[in-house]
């Protein structure tokens, strides 16, 4: 199968290879360079040696030749680097092993052309990927490279989507025309050691100073000089890694259009739009047994847990199912997405969802495509699910015998967690990003308003659009005082010079002005529609109360998170060095605002509704910090196990005060669900 390289593949990879042809012209020269200042300072030691021959010069004439040596070796030390990809959370299959699997990536090797992977491993997460172990030598000698397949992603694919991914893989490698990829890479990894990865280099240069005072003398000599090499290659770092990255992003596009021509173009859409929810869910199971680790608990399959809360997910945002799998569509994975501003990202490996689908559609490859679970590829899938949650949880540290959650207690509790700290569908999202506004002034004037159309699609739209807006206005403003540099933009749909972008401000600063004139206008219909209920019940007094505590609170919530920064200000000692008499004084000015935090966080913890989110021994640390005077300081020694006390309570304030306001919001919103509800306000005339 050969695929014809775009106009824009090409261009980029002439972009990139004139980028490495100066960078080796500048590193030939910087070679040159240090041959010749071995030479002279190995020379010069010599010959300072001979012609005085004493103690003194001998030491002068070694650190001359060793500052000679140190910078040589600093500008070939690549050359005997190796990079070897952390294995210890792969888990190797063989062919005996899933037979299905590899005869799936055998079909895959054939139709694009290349070699069968070294060997094949599964991961933990939702992802695919395809890496080498790699040198100064990769770049002329072959090398095989190693797959990995994420479990999270065989649990959340078809086979026929899982092909289409590993397809995409195989396809960077699938050409020669894709040789010149792997040569920006190499080149950009060795910049990058010369410009970052240099701690042995200092440590061995630290130890030599460390032998004697003249050497140190020459190892800051060293130093100095690679320390202005470094700065050069750090400029040709930027120069070559800009253009890698925009080659890179073409290297999708072309691995997208190998994919689609092994397995279809609507597999590898579908797969893509599935893979931000999968990944959360993934991601949310984590965070649950994160928060189960100090009660000791695990899972037995985190994979299972994931295709439910995958599915518990895709019910609460209403998705389609297709072949017993979300169907994402991609106007609901950019639902909150009202950006009008594009930028290339010179810097981004990998292009957007939005701009890869693009491409694929105007493919529109048509294959025969198999839709059943990827899962079936495998002769046990449960045991190897098993496997990966048990080495998963195998490097938790838990202070007693973990114990594994059942399926069905994670589905409750997860459900449980779930409704508690979200916001009921009813307000189909309105409220997720925003709050309340507090600064309407009642009116009697009569109108006819319907819930439904408070909190339409186009009232949320208007909340995100919004959001969007004062977005770009800050990207844009970075752009226009030079901040974020860049040649050109698109806003709305037409390209900018940098130069333009401080005339689309006024612009912009209109299009917000309107968008919160109709916010506001629909958030005091929302308050008067509410305020105008017939009230049986009681619930419209409860509606008012309501309102007026979150109003309260969140006037108050600025001066109460001051507290948080200034405590924080003032404890920002304990991180740099200071005399132990400016410590204690310190101390003595931290005194108030301890009063203060304490006083402030006192009432949280009587409040089960709040303390209830957190673990027992955090309130049990919190109550002992309260009731107690703590010393931090004595005999010029910081005492840990009080500053651990703390710092603790300090960086839950922040935690407690935003758990309130949720819950406080929460409270209105639920009152005014049970309004709207309750039959009273369907319709206020």
């Given at each position: ?23 080796v012209i500048v590193y030939i020269l910087m070679f040159l360079f240090t041959i010749i200042l ?648």
């Amino acid at each position: 199968m050969y695929i014809q390289v775009s106009e824009d593949f090409k261009k980029k990879s002439k972009s990139a290879i004139l980028a490495i042809s100066i960078f080796v012209i500048v590193y030939i020269l910087m070679f040159l360079f240090t041959i010749i200042l071995a030479v002279a300072c190995i020379g010069g030691g010599i010959l300072l040696i001979i012609t005085k021959p004493m103690f003194l010069t001998l030491m002068l004439g070694i650190g001359a030749a060793g500052t000679g040596v140190c910078v040589f070796f600093f500008i070939i030390k690549f050359l005997f680097k190796k990079h070897i990809n952390d294995r210890s959370y792969l888990t190797e299959i063989t062919r005996t092993q899933e037979p299905q699997l590899f005869k799936m990536i055998d079909e895959i090797v054939k139709e694009a052309e290349t070699d069968f992977p070294k060997k094949v491993y599964l991961s933990y997460d939702v992802n695919a990927s395809v890496f080498y172990d790699s040198s100064f030598w990769s770049m002329f000698l072959p090398i095989k490279k190693n797959l990995t397949i994420g479990v999270g992603l065989i649990n959340t694919s078809t086979k026929q989507e899982l092909k289409a991914v590993l397809s995409h893989e195989f396809g960077h490698f699938s050409q020669r025309s894709m040789k010149v990829g792997s040569y920006v890479y190499n080149v950009n990894q060795i910049i990058f050691n010369l410009v970052n990865d240099d701690q042995s280099y200092r440590n061995s240069i630290e130890s030599w100073a460390s032998m004697s005072g003249y050497f140190s003398i020459f190892a800051a000599i060293s130093l100095f000089i690679t320390n202005k090499i470094q700065w050069v290659l750090s400029k040709m770092y930027s120069f070559v890694n800009i253009r890698h990255m925009a080659l890179s992003r073409e290297m999708e596009f072309h691995a997208d259009e190998v994919a689609a021509h092994i397995a279809g173009s609507v597999s590898l859409e579908e797969s893509l739009l599935r893979i931000e929810l999968a990944s959360n869910s993934y991601n949310n199971v984590i965070s649950f047994y994160d928060a189960k680790v100090s009660k000791n608990q695990a899972s037995k399959n985190i994979y299972k847990e994931q295709s439910f809360v995958m599915n518990f997910l895709a019910t609460q945002n209403e998705l389609e199912m297709k072949h017993d799998l979300p169907n994402v569509k991609l106007s609901e994975s950019g639902l909150f997405n009202k950006s009008k501003l594009m930028i290339e990202n010179q810097w981004a490996s990998h292009p957007s969802h939005e701009e890869r689908i693009a491409r694929l559609r105007k493919l529109n490859i048509i294959k025969d495509t198999d839709n059943e679970h990827a899962k079936n590829l495998f002769q046990d899938f449960e045991k190897t699910e098993e496997k990966l949650t048990a080495k998963l949880f195998s490097k938790v540290k838990y202070q007693k015998g973990k114990t594994e959650l059942e399926l069905d207690v994670f589905k409750t509790e997860f459900e449980e967690q779930y409704n508690r700290d979200s916001f009921d569908k009813i307000f189909n999202s309105y409220y997720d990003n925003k709050n309340p506004d507090f600064t309407i002034q009642e009116n009697h004037i009569v109108k006819d308003l319907l819930f439904d159309e408070l909190f339409s699609k186009e009232k949320v739209e208007l909340v995100y659009t919004l959001i969007a807006l004062e977005n770009d206005k800050k990207t844009i403003e970075a752009i226009a005082s030079k901040e974020l540099v860049l040649k050109t933009f698109d806003y709305d749909g037409k390209k900018y010079t940098a130069k333009e972008a401080k005339k689309l401000i006024p612009e912009i600063n209109h299009s917000i002005s309107e968008i919160q004139k109709q916010i506001q206008q629909n958030d005091s219909d929302i308050y008067h529609y509410f305020l105008s209920s017939t009230d049986d019940s009681g619930k419209k007094t409860e509606f008012i109360n309501a309102y007026q505590l979150l109003s309260a609170y969140d006037a108050s919530y600025e001066e109460k998170l001051k507290v948080y920064t200034d405590i924080a200000h003032a404890t920002a000692f304990m991180s740099t060095k200071t005399m132990p008499e400016q410590i204690k004084r310190n101390f003595l000015n931290l005194k108030p605002l301890e009063d203060t935090l304490k006083n402030e966080i006192r009432p949280y913890l009587e409040n089960t509704s709040i303390s209830f989110y957190l673990e027992e021994q955090d309130v049990k640390d919190l109550n002992y910090y309260i009731e107690n005077h703590l010393i931090y300081f004595n005999n010029d020694h910081y005492i840990d196990t009080h500053l651990q006390l703390l710092m603790r309570a300090i960086n839950v304030y922040p935690y407690l005060l935003n758990r309130k306001y949720f819950l406080l919001k929460k409270d209105l919103l639920n009152t005014m669900k049970d309004l709207a509800n309750s039959g009273y306000t369907e319709k206020v005339n």
